[in-house]
């Protein structure tokens, strides 16, 4: 396994603790309910697990992309579920492009109050006409005086039914890459509504939102950096979203083993325990193997990207071997619980449907692999 | 306020432990923990600390090799600095041996208005060390204590007992024993965790300390562990397969026990 350091450790047992303390008793009520409750972003933040990775000077704790991965692997381990990281960790695709481009007014209205847990924010760049190509979106915000006023609708928003504020991709010129800007509209503003809180196949403790924007006047100053390029300030994040994605892939995986394990151990058939099967054995394995390839990847290209390589390609190919895993290992855990895995309540059984989104979301598997082969130099 | 923590770092409890069939103690030469039954004791000092507005809480710990990951959770966890005595002729200390070299590290830990300790550690159970060191620093010794609080230099104690518990009051300084479970340690958080990297670990030999060699280790031990043995395995259960009768089995197991 690859090696973290005494403090990544550390700080994986904190959140592997806090996890077990503040998570799991309400898991299930939250999966039920489909969402999170705000409380619960103020206890992380508190106990400083909503800012790791992003820096002091923004209000956040500190480290690295190691640090944060290490952190979420701790959640991961102690039975955390997708929709639960997705939603309490939306801050983490909302608002990297506002530390890297932002206005000191855009950090202090919305970054540091949504690292201190007290504003929740969301990254709505999908919209019900496409979400593989970004550079198409047609939300449109129209310059008028010193505001824009925006129309348009967003679809598969997390966190969108609760969110205080929603960065929002829009089209500010013409059409493709370059005619597109990011602006963050405060959810109180009128002509901005949730039109539909969607229901899921999994990822149920995440609320999802399709989002509806007419006439929504918003201040000119909550644009992101320079006008048209929006495109690229969303490309920059895409590589730590795939790791981050990664992530999630193979800590569901390394889950449902390690859950599935101890069912082959204590589960009889036949007179003897499951485990006793060399099929069995040889599944078991299968899985390990999987998730040891999928972890050590994972984190090998985040420490590149820490270093500072290019790895724009392997963290496509990142992402995509640890939701495969995801899928394949989540998979086989069901088989193994039989029955009890098809139940709902059984937590391989969650495992298994949250998976199902990875090689969707956060881009398609397809188009990733599309990207890395020009990239790579396959065309 | 000052406080003093004594903490020990012990073999993580979740590696089955194993004995050194030649000397009968426990092997550590691996990594160590903090153990969580002082987790305890380092939460009320901070919280102490707290209340009190000013002062600091220093950990001390005796341990092998110089180790100090133990240390690094607690100093994470709040705590200012650590006191740390390694030193290969404490190999094999009893308790008082334990007892000795604690009170003066201690000493050496500068001013302290209070000592805490856990009631027992979780990988040799003796239970007398917070006695000893009490007796050895000349202080007044409390123990089982469920909460602690300092009126000017006076302590006043909940100690823990069967029925219920006891109010204790001492004068400071004093040595207490903490019981497990009775505050909610905090986790460290990652900023903790960064700043404990430079925190001071203060690491002694026991000549650093002034203690004769052959008043601790196996040379001073009082006690001489004669034999270690495998402890029984836990017989099998009864498995009753319920054919809509078998509580009629239960209540006669339980009547045969006595307890109903
Ligand atoms: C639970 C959930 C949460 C989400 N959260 C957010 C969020 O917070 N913010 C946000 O902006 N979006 C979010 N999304 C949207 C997500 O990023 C998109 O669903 C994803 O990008 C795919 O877009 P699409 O659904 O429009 O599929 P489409 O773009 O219509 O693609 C459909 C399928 O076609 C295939 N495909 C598409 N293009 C190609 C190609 N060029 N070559 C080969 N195959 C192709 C792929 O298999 C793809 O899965 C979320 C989605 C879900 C399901």
Redesign the interface.
């Known amino acids: 396994m690859t090696e973290l350091t005494d403090e990544q450790i550390a700080l994986k047992d904190t959140a592997r603790r806090f996890t077990e303390r503040h998570i799991i008793p309400n898991l299930e009520e939250w999966e039920e309910t489909g969402r999170l409750p705000r409380e619960l972003h103020r206890v992380a933040a508190a106990q400083g697990l909503l800012g790791v990775g992003h820096s002091e000077e923004v209000g956040g704790e500190g480290g690295t992309l190691l640090d944060a991965c290490a952190m979420q692997e701790g959640f991961m381990e102690a039975g955390a579920s997708g929709g639960l990281m997705a939603s309490l960790f939306t801050h983490g695709i909302a608002v990297p492009h506002m530390i890297a481009h932002g206005s000191p007014h855009l950090i202090d209205t919305y970054v540091r109050p949504t690292l201190a847990g007290e504003l929740i924010g969301s990254l709505a760049v999908t919209e019900p006409g496409g979400g593989s190509d970004v550079a198409g979106i047609t939300t449109r915000a129209q310059r008028d005086g010193e505001d824009y006023i925006i129309n348009g609708s967003k679809t598969f928003i997390t966190s969108g039914v609760r969110a205080d504020y929603v960065t929002t991709a829009v089209r500010t010129g013409g059409t493709g890459h370059s005619g597109i800007s990011m602006i963050v509209v405060d959810s109180n503003t009128p002509g901005f509504s949730v039109t539909r809180e969607l229901r899921k196949m999994g990822w149920h403790a995440s609320d999802t939102a399709e989002l509806s924007y007419v006439d929504a006047r918003v201040p000119a100053q909550n644009l992101i950096g320079e006008l048209g390029q929006g495109f690229y300030y969303i490309a920059e994040q895409f590589v730590v979203e795939r790791i981050f994605l990664a992530l999630m892939g193979y800590g569901h995986a390394a889950r449902a083993l390690s859950l599935a394990a101890q069912y082959c151990k204590d589960r009889i058939t036949f007179g003897k325990p499951l485990v006793a099967n060399q099929v069995v054995r040889s599944k078991l394995v299968e899985m390990h193997r999987q998730v040891e390839v999928a972890r050590t990847y994972t984190l090998e290209v985040a420490r590149r990207h820490v270093a500072g390589d290019n790895v724009i390609a392997e963290a496509c190919l990142a992402k995509q071997t640890a939701v495969a895993t995801a899928v394949d290992v989540t998979n086989e855990a069901v088989q193994l619980f039989g029955g009890a895995g098809y139940m709902h309540g059984t937590e391989v059984e969650r495992h298994y449907r949250d998976a199902r989104l990875l090689p969707i979301g956060g881009g398609a598997t397809e188009v990733l692999t599309d990207l890395a082969a020009r990239l790579l130099g396959y065309s | 306020m000052n406080v003093v923590v004594c903490v020990k770092q012990i073999p993580d409890p979740a590696d089955p432990g194993a004995l050194d069939p030649n000397t009968k103690t426990l092997k550590r030469d691996g990594k160590l923990i903090l153990d969580e039954s002082d987790s305890y004791g380092v939460e009320m000092a901070l919280q102490l600390v707290d209340a009190a507005g000013s002062g600091e809480v220093t950990l001390v710990s005796m341990a092998p090799n110089g180790e100090v990951?133990g240390l690094?959770?607690a100093l994470?966890m709040g705590a200012a600095k650590a006191v740390l005595v390694s030193d290969d002729a404490l190999a094999g200390s009893d308790a008082l041996g334990t007892s000795k070299v604690l009170a003066k590290a201690i000493a050496r830990a500068g001013e302290a208005d209070l000592i805490l300790t856990a009631t027992e550690s979780s990988d040799g159970y003796t239970g007398t060390v917070p006695e000893q060191i009490a007796e050895l620093l000349q202080l007044p010794s409390v123990t089982f204590a469920k909460e602690i609080a300092v009126d000017g230099s006076t302590l006043k104690v909940q100690r823990q007992t069967e029925a219920g518990y006891d109010e204790v009051e001492c004068p400071l300084p004093a040595v207490v024993s903490v019981t497990a479970g009775v505050v909610e340690p905090r986790?460290?958080?990652?900023?903790?965790?960064?700043a404990a990297?430079s925190k001071p670990v203060d690491q002694v030999t026991i000549a650093d300390l002034g203690i004769d060699a052959a008043s601790v280790g196996w040379a001073g031990a009082g006690q001489e562990i004669v034999e270690i043995a495998q402890a029984e395995a836990r017989e099998a259960g009864t498995i009753i397969e319920d054919d809509g009768e078998a509580f009629a089995q239960v209540v006669k197991f339980l009547d045969d026990l006595k307890v109903v």
């Open positions: 990951s690094r959770t994470a986790y460290p958080s990652f900023k903790g965790i960064m990297k």
